[in-house]
């Protein structure tokens, strides 16, 4: 397959360096451009459909047709300001009402918000907050950061190390050093034969407390973790995980980092994921949704004493001398306080909480299909994991690449969904409509049914 010669998507080959790609593919059939949205479905240069059952990269929350007040609060503030910045006590003003609007609907009390513009600097920069925080409190050797197998905290030199996948790190030299690795608490994987999720959850949080005391407790500054890990393949905790964990953190004063990018506003049925599990963060990281993916932003929110010692700490050091040329950009804001407003407006919680049954029938009806081992699903976020023996959880040989397969196929039939191995990630806008849902779980069961016909001509299955 290759693009037509000066197509949009030939000119992409042509001239453009994509992340997450194969260069070289992208080069020789071009790049797949969408040139126009409409609610969750995306539109080609061709006129071709597609329901984007990931939301972007799990952000459009409000879809991808254009947002009339999101339009408006963007020329608005382009018409008044159109940049500031955050250094040296300056500040435009969408920005102090967004850090206002996000202090009020943390979830847990939190004192201030700080601004970037992605995920992954989020991340970043809660790594040096937590770093500066220990050297304030002449801690210098308390330091090292705990993430769990198949996290997803981002891609830059810190955040990528945090992350645990591998291909995140092969040949870029990550992992960092002092980056610690405990367990991921995906029971239908991980657990022993017989185990139940309450031991399962029992054993990750003994695994972690052996790790903290092995490095030395006074070695450890903080863990960071996603409420749901979405990128690992939409892996829900157990029930009790988390009043497993949090006694564990506390007892060694080790921070915890939510890093709710992908949990927060509304996609697990609360406003954020910390709320559906009982994680009580130090710090929280948010983007994607904060914007409906609308604007590039993202947030940290800091409870009372973490940022008491970075203030005090500022304080004896002249400045906290850390900060980007689009902290806290006034368009991005606005755009952001306007998505927020939205989300009050449509009262996005209750929403997603009423279509959640919907969406979980949707993807539990695949539960019985030979390909099909777990369903999982929280809020309007899920997976569905493929294997070649349902009794014993055996994968398919990655070679076959039986997700990314199956995703290919439903590309073809104008799906676009997430494979994390042979996981298959969904997690659709939050404005979706249950005629929306049923349309990409047909066009979900028609490539199932495909890639299932493959695996039995290739004697697989
Ligand atoms: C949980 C989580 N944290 C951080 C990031 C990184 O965000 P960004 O891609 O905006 O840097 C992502 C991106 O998918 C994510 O899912």
Same mark, same amino acid.
């Given at each position: ?53 990931? $939301? ?61 513009? !992605?995920? !992954? ?19 210098? #050797? ?25 291909? /995140? ?6 992992? /960092? ?64 995980? &988390? ?18 990018? =992908? ?8 406003? &954020?994921?910390? #709320? ?7 710090? /929280? ?20 004493? /973490? ?108 799906? =676009? ?5 042979? $996981? ?10 249950? #005629? ?17 016909? &493959?695996?039995?001509?290739?004697? #697989?299955?």
């Amino acid at each position: 397959m290759s693009a037509r010669p000066n197509s949009l998507a030939a000119r992409d080959g042509a001239y453009h360096f994509h992340g997450y790609t194969n260069a070289l593919k992208n080069e020789q059939e071009g790049g797949f451009v969408v040139t126009r949205g409409d609610g969750p479905f995306i539109y080609t240069e061709e006129g071709k459909e597609y329901f984007d059952g990931l $939301s972007g990269l799990w952000c459009c929350a409000l879809g991808f047709g254009p947002q009339p007040r999101l339009i408006e609060a963007a020329r608005r503030q382009m018409e008044i300001l159109p940049y500031y910045h955050t250094f040296t006590q300056k500040v435009a003003t969408p920005t102090v009402e967004l850090a206002e609007k996000l202090v009020g609907l943390a979830p847990v009390p939190m004192s201030k918000a700080y601004f970037c513009n !992605s995920g !992954s600097e989020a991340n970043d920069t809660a790594i040096k907050m937590v770093w500066y925080f220990n050297n304030a409190l002449g801690r210098p #050797q308390k330091k090292k950061i705990i993430a769990r197998n198949k996290a997803y905290h981002g891609v830059t030199i810190a955040s990528g190390s945090l992350t645990g996948l591998p291909a /995140v790190h092969a040949d870029f030299d990550l992992p /960092v050093p002092g980056i610690l690795r405990t367990d991921c608490p995906h029971h239908y994987r991980f657990a022993e034969p017989g185990e139940s999720e309450a031991d399962f959850a029992t054993r990750c949080a003994e695994n972690l407390e052996k790790l903290i005391l092995a490095e030395g407790p006074e070695t450890i500054a903080a863990m960071f973790a996603e409420p749901v890990q979405g990128a690992g393949g939409v892996i829900i905790p157990p029930a009790t995980y &988390w009043a497993k964990v949090m006694p564990i953190l506390r007892k060694y004063e080790i921070l915890l980092v939510a890093d709710e990018v =992908i949990c927060g506003f509304g996609r697990t049925g609360n406003w &954020w994921g910390s #709320q559906t599990y009982g994680m009580t963060p130090d710090l /929280v990281t948010s983007a994607k949704q904060l914007s409906a993916g609308q604007a590039p932003i993202a947030a940290i929110l800091i409870n009372q004493p /973490v940022y008491e010692t970075l203030r005090d700490h500022s304080n004896r050091l002249g400045s906290f001398a850390h900060g980007l040329t689009y902290s806290g950009h006034p368009l991005a804001a606005a755009v952001a306080l306007e998505t927020l407003r939205i989300y009050e407006d449509l009262d996005i919680v209750a929403r997603v909480r009423a279509l959640a049954p919907h969406f979980a029938r949707g993807m539990q009806a695949f539960a019985g299909h030979p390909l099909v081992g777990e369903v999982r699903q929280i809020g309007l976020v899920g997976a569905i994991e493929l294997v070649r023996d349902k009794a014993s959880h055996a994968s398919f040989d990655s070679k076959l690449a039986v997700g990314p397969n199956l995703v290919r196929i439903a590309h073809d039939h104008g799906l =676009i969904v997430r494979p994390v191995v042979d $996981s298959i990630c969904f997690c659709p806008p939050l404005v979706s409509t249950e #005629q929306q849902l049923d349309e990409m779980f047909a066009r979900f069961g028609k490539a199932l049914e495909e890639t299932h016909a &493959w695996l039995r001509r290739e004697g #697989q299955v």
